[in-house]
């Protein structure tokens, strides 16, 4: 251990830490903003390019910078002092030449590092003003869009686009006073390699880069709530933010598997209430759905049930288990199929290691395992849009030698599903490949994109309206909190398949 | 303020927003209707109870019948009633209103007093996506005159609740709203400066203000730049209404206790973390004896309560003639920072003008209660150099990066630390009397009365009286809370026929919890707050201030005995006639 003094206060740290990890960690807070914890290479501990961690170290002429300066026996730092104050207020004046002053209008109002330390520092306005080039704001993109403009060059994006989801969508270009960041494709976001993960929009200190939210909210009116995304096998964590029992937007959390990141899927499509199915429906004669009553449609199932019980064996059932879909549901699912059609056979979506096969890697030998799952999951849903996958290294690797990975999708797989000529199936299905003579009931809470895929459906729950436990790819089970009440009319998944289980063996 | 509808005003009433059928109370606005089946409409001067003054017009509804757009905050629900809250030509309108408002107001944003969660305007604005490219500031002016209060014109958006508050709830009205060719805004009457109207800095107008047009006197950068310099010592102390109330700046439930992580929030940004209950205690000795003394001994009756500093300036702009009546003692909040300047010193080993002492008050008016002349002691060392607000304290701990939701609770440092729960409760009204009766029975029965709960000082009444019999005296006590409601019992007083002989005054509504300087808070909040006080009270093993171990052992090694010389020295002040000051 090594023993150092912050602020007069007597401090231990382990060999190797930073300033800023010391001082974080004895609950002293030094502004920055470019550090970034996750990005550990040795390259990027070294970035320190904002100074605006810059603290005094007795003995040391100057100042140095907390982030990438570590910690040595005997030191003694000053975090806050006249001089430290006037080279943060540098830095924040120089920010502000070229930052618009329109924060009544910018959405990250609230909850912009800029505007906090300009309040911390007394930063009222700009001490000078640059002249320099208006970048138009880029609306490209369908969840998220850039307002370059606003960007302090950080860099935080660009590095957790390149680092750690490895698609380096974005990039720094030239020096000086005309720095920027720019979609690599020097046009826009969408013509570039970006696949909407989102995280550089989830790092970004000021209002350059905002999702597209549905509904305007400030920063303040909005409340947390730590749950995990049941989007796939991997259950990032992840920290909703709620106004008035809606969901606002999707923040990554420190997990265990995730390294605080999201894919699209978590961050921006899965929990959208957009298009929820918030009423029974059934395939009407013209082949198209059309809203029914609950009664009419168990009225379906019943018919359909009394007609086929006799002449399908427990092999012809099939129960699909999609996303969204907690423990707790499962079982209830399985024990709703046993009591009506005394089978077992499950398919499940999530969970599915083959769905998560790692890439190979030709060049690299040594690494033959993409280890961060978080990643995997980027994988996936990037596969089919033939772009990368993580890590700089393997990414060189797979830019020589890229074969499409095999992503079996387990559905169109299963030989179990082809046979079934009655499907039941919860939660959300993303790709249906069920056989067309089958007849099908889905509760979901979203149409599948395959029309017709169903000749019933019931609506179902968001991954942010239910609770209860979850088993990740990794066997490790998380937590699934409510954030938002179920819309009207929709029930839980456990009373559903209750009342349906009641009506239809009676 | 705190009276709720009973059902007692007739049958209720049916009407249609939006296609939902909503049954209301009669007399229930559009508005209120339209909140009761959570249809948002969004207002900037609407404030629950009071008079609606339809100002901002952003809640303009369609009413079937009814050519022009009407405003759901001043529109009485009618049976059978069908309104539309949002369509095209309704955005239209509200958008057409709010470029109004926005093309006038200085967008300096960046570091604004009330951004961040206090500014309403903030709020709806982003409702519209508006970006003037013009924009015309009325250069009105600043008026900083105040030591408690700012005043920037430039940033009124002419709502008028500043005036309604100060009209209706506080019944001092010093503002008045001028139309000058189109040009709204408000101003004091006379258009004087705030030193030189009766304010009593009570802050209630602040805390209502949608924008940073009013606002407390910013002590951030004076407590950051304390708490920068090497060569300081800094020493915090809390008002018992923050420990049940600061939470809510930081997400938790209303009322909920959070002393032992605010003293760790203290002694994280650095420097002694201590509680002004310790010094309620102290004033509950002080006072207690003094009104002791004073029915024993003849003195003038009734007495009165002095802690609230917008009360005394009250009585100083009101009564001059009556100022005997207020008790001599300081506020806790200068007792405590006396105590500071003069006792503490030698126990922790630092030089007294080394200190730098900040008090955090639920209260704006404490802001100019510590730049009051007379609040120093003889070596010339104020009382309190920095007085935050609630909120101000909460935006310096988020500036700092503390999450008080995460924090470990701590301590209080020793010697002054420790507060019973009689303390704590002077931050709701009644609770200074009930901590005073306890004593006081206690000491004029010879230690033989022991109530603890005196039910007849709680609850929100504009104004509680209550007569109690201690041994062979009969004493009648009243307390009053809102500044409106005292010129009666005052006017009773002057006249000489007042039968109290105890009278507590809290100048905001509710007593300190609804303080000016506290988070805005509607009246069920005020309740909570009020409630998880006195649970706070009942949890604490000590109940009566007498009990408090660190007091009895400041009147055992520095004061001596209550009333004494050294008390008079620091914890007693005097009042000056004020009347000649208003313009």
Known sequence: MINLEINGKAIQAMPGTTILQAAQAAGIDIPFFCRDDRINTRNCMEYGDCKMCSCKVEGVDGLVTACNNEVEEGMKVWTESEQITKARREILWR????????????????????????????????EYRVAYEHRPIDDSMDTFYTEFDKCILCGKCVRVCRELVGVEAIKMVQRGFDNKVIPTSKTVLSESSCVECGNCSSICPVGAIVPKYFKPYRAWEATGVDTVCLGCGLNCSMDVRVKDGQVMDVLPEEGSDSCNLLCKKGKFTFWRPENRVLKPMAL???????????????EKIK???????EKIGPKDIVGVVGYGITVEEKEKFQEFMNAIFRTYNIVTLDNNESAFTPLPCEEDKNIDVIESRCMNCMVRCKAEENVTVPFRKVQKAIRVNYEKPELTHILSDSEALKKGKVIVSIGEVDKTDFPKKAFTVMITSHLPLQEQAADVVFPGCLETEKEGTVLSINKETKTVRRCVPNPEDVSDLAELLDSLKKSILE | MFEYYDGSLGNEIQVTIDGKNVTVAPGS????????????????????????????GMCAVKVEGEEVLQRACAIKCVDGMVITTNSDEIQAYREERMTEILEKHPNDCLTCQKTGGHCRL???????????????????????????MIRDMDKCIACRRCITVCEEVQKIGIYEYVNEDGDRYVRTKKNVKLTDTSCINCGQCVKVCPVAALSEKDGIQKALAALNAKDTVVVWQMAPAIQNTLGEEFGFPAGTDVTGKIAAAMKRLGGYAYTTDFSA??????????????????????????CCPGWVKYMEYNYPDQLSHLSSCKSPQQMFGALVKNFLPEKIGVDPSSIYHISIMPCVAKKYECNREEMHSENGLRDVDLVLTTREFGKLLKLRGIDL????????????????????????TGGVMEAALRTVAHVLSNGEINTIDYEVARGYKNVKEAELTIGDLTVKVAIVNGIA??????????????????????????????????PLGEPKKIAERMEKMYESDANNKLRFSHDNPQVQELYKTYLEHPCGHVSHELLHTSYVDRSAEVK
């Open chain 1, 95 to 126: 920010m502000l030449s070229k930052h618009p002053l329109d924060c009544v209008n910018c959405k990250k109002l609230g909850n912009c590092k800029l505007q906090t330390y300009c309040v911390r520092y007394d930063v009222k306005d700009p």
């Open chain 2, 122 to 148: 903030q709020e709806v604005s982003h409702l519209f996506d508006i970006n003037p490219k013009e924009r015309h500031v009325p250069n009105r002016g600043l008026d900083d005159s105040s030591p408690a």
């Open chain 2, 405 to 428: 939701e995460t924090i470990e609770p701590e301590e209080f440092d020793d010697f002054m630390g420790c507060g019973t729960g009689a303390g704590r409760i002077f931050g709701t």
């Open chain 1, 303 to 309: 018919a359909e049930y009394d007609k086929v019980k």
């Open chain 2, 29 to 56: 606005s559009i508005l209120e209707a339209a909140q009761q089946v959570g249809i948002e409409i969004p207002t900037l001067c609407y404030l629950k109870g009071l008079t609606p003054t339809g100002a901002c």
């Open chain 2, 485 to 518: 409601n005292a010129k009666a019992i005052m006017d009773d007083v002057r006249a000489g026929k007042s039968p109290y002989q105890f009278i507590e005054v809290m100048a905001c509504p509710g007593g300190c919890l609804n303080g000016g300087g506290a």
């Open chain 2, 281 to 306: 205690d102290v004033t509950i000795m002080e006072e207690g004896t003094e009104f002791i003394d004073r029915v024993q001994n003849g003195g003038v009756l009734p007495m009165m309560t002095s």
């Open chain 1, 284 to 298: 009407s004669e013209a082949s198209s759905y059309e809203e029914v009553t609950y009664e009419a449609a168990t």
